[in-house]
C-alpha cells in the first residue's frame, strides 16, 4: 500500500497577508548560579522574585575613579542560588512541552559568560536532571499509551512526515529487525549507568490535555554550530585508522512553508525516556568542549537538542491511524545551549581556541543585532531587514521570532566579581530581548470526527468478549470450532460396522438404521438449540444496540450541551476581544500621543542645549574677546607711553641744545665785551682769518676744490627681486645720508594680499627707541610664498639695524698745542667760532661733555 505524504500544517502553503493577531513577550528568566567558594566576592543580588541588583566591585571601583553605581534589573521571573531543576522546569519549560503536545512550536535557549552554569541548567548533573531530561520525561509520560508503532510515521528530507499503513509499517520494522547493528538504541537495552540518575525523574509530570484519539510518534536530533557551520552530531561515520574521514558540515535549507530545517540531519524515533536520552548522549559526547581559564568544560560550540513530535487523529472505528494528509500535524521544540561569552584577555586563548572565541562572541553578536532590529521595528514603526543570515544560529531559528512559537530565554549569570563586566551586557541584552513581541500560534484545526471513539471501541471490543466467553467460550474462532466438535463428536452413537459379509444378513442393515435414527434426533435437538442460541444472540446484540444507541443519544445531549456552552464562551470571547482591540486602540493612541509629546520634548531639550551652547559660545567669544581688547589696550597704551617718552626726551635734548648755543653765543660776547680798547685791532682779512684759522685749529681744513656731496643711498642686497616696503604711518623721518632704497618696490603702510601676491620679497621699517635715546630703525625682511587655502603668508629670514649716534670724544681746544700771547686769545677764540660756523654743528644727545664737531658738509663758497 502507497504510504501517504503529508506536511505540516503549520503554515499555509502560500502566505497571505492576514491581520495582525495577538502577541506575546519573549518570556526571559533569570538565574543566579552559587559562588564556587564561599569566600569569593559577590557582585549581583537578588531583591525579589522578578529583581536583581548587580553593583561593581571595591576593585571596580578604584579603577573608575571611585565611581559606585548599583544597577537593577527586572525579568519575568528572577531563580537565586538554592532553587531546584524542577521548580525551574515547572516555571520556565512545562508550557513549552504542553503546546509541543497540542501541535505548537517553542524554543528554549539558555544565554550566559561561560562558566555561569548553562549546560548544568539545560542537561542537569547525576541525581539532579536539567531541563532537558524533564521534558523527555514528560512527553512520554504524557502520551506513552497512545504512542503509534515504529515506522507508521516516517520524516522525509524536506521537512515534512509521511503516514504508512500497518503493513508498511510492519515490513518496514522487519526490514530494521533483519540489519545486522540496528541504527537506534532499543528501548530494552540496560541504560547506561553514566546518565542513568539524570533521567530517573520521581514525580511524572504529565500534561493534562492530551487528545487520546490520536496517535503520536517522537523524533529526536542534535546538530552543533561549530565556528558557523553546522554538525550532525548522531551521524553514523566509518571509523578509518589510516585516514579518518572529517565530519561533514550540513546546510540550512527554506521548505516550501518557508521555515528553517538542516539537510540530511539524522531524525531518529524513540519510543521512550531512556531511548532518547540515550540518544543525546551519543551525541553530548561529540560535541566539542575544551579547558579555559575560566571553566574546566568550557563549550566550544552552539548544541540543538529538537524534538519532532508528529500526531494523526484515528480513523471512525477508533482503529487505525487516519490516513488523510491534512489532519497530519508536526510540532517541534528546540533546546538550545549557547557557548557563552568570554574575553581572551582573561581566558588566555591562543591558536584554535582564539578563533573559536571569535566566531562564538560574532554569532552572539548577530543574536543581539537581530534582537535590536525586531525590537526597533516593532517600537518604532520601521521596516528594517533583520540580520538573519549573519549567521547560521540566527538563521535556524528565524522563523520562531518570525511568529512561529513561543520564545523563552534563561539568562544564567554568575555572582563572582571577576565577571562584572560580562555580566553587565549579558543583563542589558536580557531586559532589552523581553521588550521583542512574537506573534501567538494558532490553535490547530480540529478533525470533526466523534471524541472518545478509541475508548469506545475498546470498551465495546471488552464487552462483545465477555459475552462471548459467558455464553460459549472464548471467541478465538479456532477454539471455537475445536471446541463444538470435541462437544458434539462423543454425543453421537458410534457408527457400527457397516460392511455386509453374507447376503442373508439381517442385522446390521437394522442396527445400521437405528443408529443414524439416532444421530438424526441429536441433529434436530443440536439445530433447535443453535436456533435458540442464535435468537439469544440477536437478542443479546439488540440490547447492545439499544444501549449504544441511548449512550450516543446522551452523549449527543451533552456534545450539544457543550457545544451551547462553547458557544457561549466564544461569544464571550469575542466580546472580550472587541473590548480588547477597543482598548488596545486606545493604547495605541496614547502611545502615539506620548510618543509626540516626547519626541517634541526631545526636540525642545536638543533646541534648548543647541541655545545653551550657543549662549556659552558668546560668552567665551565675549571672554576672548575681552581679553583680546584688553590686552590691545595695554599694548597701546605702553606703545603711546613709550612714544611719549621718546618725544619727551627728544624735546628735552633739542631745548638744552638751545640753551647750550645760547650759552656759548653769551660767553662769545662777555669775552668780545670784556677785552681791553687800547688799540684798535684791525680786522683782517678773510684770506688771513683762513690762513690763521687753519694754522691754528686742530681740525682738517676745507678743501677748497673738492666736488660737492652727493646723497649717498644704501644698495639693498636683494635690490633685483619685486618688494613690498611697508612702511607704518607711525615712523618718523631719521633725515640721515643713509636711506634704505630698494628698486621696483611696491611702498604701502599696511601690508595687504593684494600687493603680497604681486611680489616674492618683503620688508617692514621699524622703528624704537635705543638704550642712549636714540631713534634705531630696524629693515625686517621675509620671504613671501602661498598657502594652500590661496593666501599668502611671510616667513621672515634677516634683520637689518640702522643707528644714528654721535661721537663721544672730548671737547676740542682751539689753540694750538705751543703756547700762544695772551694779547692774541680772543682772536684765537673768535677765529675759531667763525671756522666752525661755517660747517655744520652736531652735539651728541644727552652729552654733558660739551659739543663733538664733525665735518657732514661742505664748507660754504665765497663769493669770488
Known amino acids: 500500500m502507497k504510504a501517504a505524504r503529508v506536511k505540516t500544517p503549520r503554515r499555509p502553503a502560500l502566505r497571505k497577508p492576514t491581520p495582525p493577531g495577538p502577541k506575546d513577550p519573549v518570556g526571559v528568566y533569570c538565574r543566579v548560579r552559587p559562588l564556587s567558594r564561599p569566600d569569593q566576592e559577590c557582585c549581583i543580588e537578588v531583591i525579589n522574585e522578578s529583581t536583581v541588583q548587580i553593583h561593581p566591585p571595591d576593585g571596580y571601583k578604584i579603577f573608575r575613579n571611585g565611581e559606585y553605581r548599583e544597577t537593577q534589573y527586572s525579568f519575568k521571573e528572577v531563580f537565586g542560588t538554592r532553587v531546584a531543576q524542577k521548580e525551574l522546569f515547572d516555571v520556565v519549560a512545562k508550557p513549552l512541552v504542553e503546546d509541543l503536545i497540542r501541535g505548537k512550536n517553542g524554543l528554549l535557549f539558555t544565554y550566559g559568560v561561560t562558566g555561569s552554569g548553562k549546560t548544568h541548567t539545560m542537561t542537569g548533573s547525576p541525581g539532579d536532571g536539567g531541563l532537558l531530561p524533564r521534558c523527555l520525561a514528560m512527553i512520554f509520560n504524557s502520551i506513552g499509551p497512545f504512542q503509534a508503532k515504529r515506522f507508521v510515521f516516517k520524516l522525509d528530507d524536506k521537512n515534512g512526515v509521511d503516514v504508512q499503513c500497518e503493513v508498511d509499517a510492519l515490513l518496514e520494522r522487519q526490514k530494521r529487525d533483519a540489519m545486522p547493528v540496528p541504527k537506534t538504541p532499543s528501548g530494552k537495552r540496560q541504560i547506561d549507568p553514566e546518565f542513568a540518575d539524570m533521567i530517573n525523574v520521581q514525580d511524572h509530570c504529565k500534561a493534562e490535555e492530551v487528545d487520546e484519539d490520536n496517535v503520536y510518534s517522537v523524533f529526536v ?3 552543533e554550530i561549530y565556528n558557523n557551520y553546522i554538525y550532525d552530531l548522531l551521524e553514523e561515520t566509518p571509523f578509518d585508522l589510516i585516514k579518518p574521514k572529517p565530519p561533514q558540515s550540513k546546510i540550512l535549507r527554506e521548505d516550501q512553508n518557508h521555515n528553517m530545517y538542516v539537510t540530511g540531519c539524522t531524525e ?12 543525546f548522549w551519543k551525541g553530548q559526547k561529540k560535541r566539542r568542549i575544551a579547558n579555559t581559564q575560566l571553566n574546566r568544560e568550557s563549550s566550544r560550540s552552539h548544541g540543538v537538542f529538537i524534538i519532532k513530535l508528529a500526531q494523526a487523529p484515528l480513523d471512525a472505528d477508533g482503529d487505525n491511524v487516519l490516513q488523510e494528509k491534512e ?36 554569532s552572539l553578536m548577530t543574536l543581539r543585532t537581530c534582537i ?57 541584552f536580557a531586559e532589552m530581548t523581553q521588550e521583542v513581541e512574537v506573534a501567538r500560534p494558532v490553535d490547530r484545526p480540529l478533525c470533526g470526527l466523534t471524541p472518545g471513539r478509541r475508548f469506545r471501541n475498546q470498551a465495546f471490543r471488552e464487552e462483545l468478549a465477555r459475552k462471548l466467553e459467558i455464553r460459549g467460550g472464548p471467541i478465538n474462532g479456532e477454539t471455537e470450532e475445536q471446541s463444538a466438535l470435541e462437544l458434539l463428536l462423543p454425543s453421537f452413537p458410534p457408527l457400527p460396522s457397516c460392511e455386509l459379509l453374507d447376503i442373508n444378513d439381517d442385522q446390521t442393515l437394522p442396527k445400521l438404521i437405528e443408529v443414524l435414527e439416532e444421530r438424526h434426533k441429536l441433529r434436530q435437538k443440536l439445530s433447535e438449540e443453535f436456533s435458540k442460541n442464535v435468537l439469544t444472540f440477536k437478542t443479546i446484540l439488540r440490547e447492545l444496540d439499544s444501549n449504544v444507541m441511548s449512550k450516543e443519544n446522551c452523549l449527543q445531549g451533552k456534545l450539544s450541551e457543550k457545544e451551547k456552552i462553547i458557544t457561549g464562551q466564544k461569544a464571550e470571547i469575542e466580546r472580550l476581544e472587541k473590548k480588547s482591540k477597543t482598548l488596545e486602540y486606545k493604547i495605541e493612541i496614547l502611545e502615539k500621543t506620548a510618543t509626540i509629546y516626547e519626541e517634541d520634548k526631545r526636540h525642545l531639550q536638543q533646541e534648548l542645549e543647541s541655545k545653551s551652547q550657543k549662549l556659552q559660545r558668546q560668552a567665551s567669544d565675549k571672554r576672548r574677546l575681552e581679553a583680546r581688547l584688553q590686552g590691545m589696550v595695554a599694548e597701546t597704551t605702553m606703545k603711546w607711553e613709550k612714544e611719549c617718552e621718546r618725544r619727551v626726551a627728544a624735546k628735552q635734548l633739542e631745548m638744552q641744545n638751545k640753551l647750550w648755543v645760547k650759552d656759548e653765543k653769551l660767553k662769545q660776547l662777555k669775552a668780545i665785551v670784556t677785552e681791553p680798547k687800547s688799540e684798535k685791532p684791525e680786522r683782517p682779512s678773510r684770506e688771513r682769518d683762513r690762513e690763521k684759522a687753519i694754522q691754528r685749529s686742530i681740525s682738517p681744513p676745507p678743501v677748497p676744490n673738492a666736488p660737492p656731496v652727493r646723497l649717498r643711498h644704501r644698495r639693498s642686497r636683494s635690490a633685483g627681486e619685486r618688494w613690498v616696503d611697508h612702511k607704518p604711518p607711525s615712523n618718523l623721518p631719521t633725515d640721515t645720508v643713509m636711506q634704505p632704497h630698494v628698486p621696483h618696490a611696491i611702498t604701502v603702510a599696511a601690508a595687504s594680499e593684494k600687493a603680497l601676491a604681486k611680489c616674492d620679497k618683503y620688508m617692514l621699517t621699524h622703528q624704537e627707541l635705543a638704550s642712549d635715546g636714540e631713534i634705531e630703525t630696524k629693515l625686517i625682511k621675509g620671504d613671501v610664498f602661498k598657502t594652500r587655502g590661496g593666501g599668502q603668508a611671510v616667513q621672515f629670514t634677516e634683520i637689518e639695524t640702522l643707528k644714528q649716534e654721535s661721537p663721544t670724544g672730548r671737547k676740542r681746544r682751539s689753540s694750538p698745542s705751543s703756547a700762544d700771547p695772551p694779547e692774541d686769545a680772543a682772536n ?7 671756522t666752525r660756523c661755517s660747517v655744520a654743528v652736531e652735539m651728541r644727545a644727552g652729552s654733558a661733555l660739551g659739543p663733538g664737531y664733525q665735518h657732514h658738509a661742505q664748507p660754504k663758497r665765497r663769493k669770488p
Open 327 to 362: 489532519q497530519i500535524t508536526l510540532s517541534q521544540l528546540s533546546l538550545v545551549d549557547l557557548a557563552g561569552s568570554e574575553r581572551t584577555n582573561r581566558t588566555k586563548a591562543e591558536g584554535s581556541r582564539l578563533r573559536e572565541a571569535g566566531n562564538i562572541n560574532q
Open 828 to 834: 684765537a677764540e673768535w677765529t675759531d667760532v667763525e
Open 372 to 428: 535590536e532590529v525586531l525590537r526597533e521595528n516593532q517600537m518604532c514603526g520601521t521596516n528594517k531587514m533583520v540580520p538573519y543570515r549573519d549567521s547560521k544560529l540566527t538563521h535556524l531559528f528565524k522563523n520562531y521570532f518570525d511568529g512561529e512559537g513561543k520564545v523563552r530565554m534563561i539568562v544564567c549569570v554568575n555572582p563572582k566579581a571577576e565577571d562584572y563586566e560580562e555580566s553587565l551586557q549579558v543583563m542589558r
Open 268 to 279: 531518529v524515533e524513540v519510543k521512550s525516556t531512556e531511548e532518547a536520552f540515550e540518544v
Open 221 to 223: 536530533s542534535y546538530i
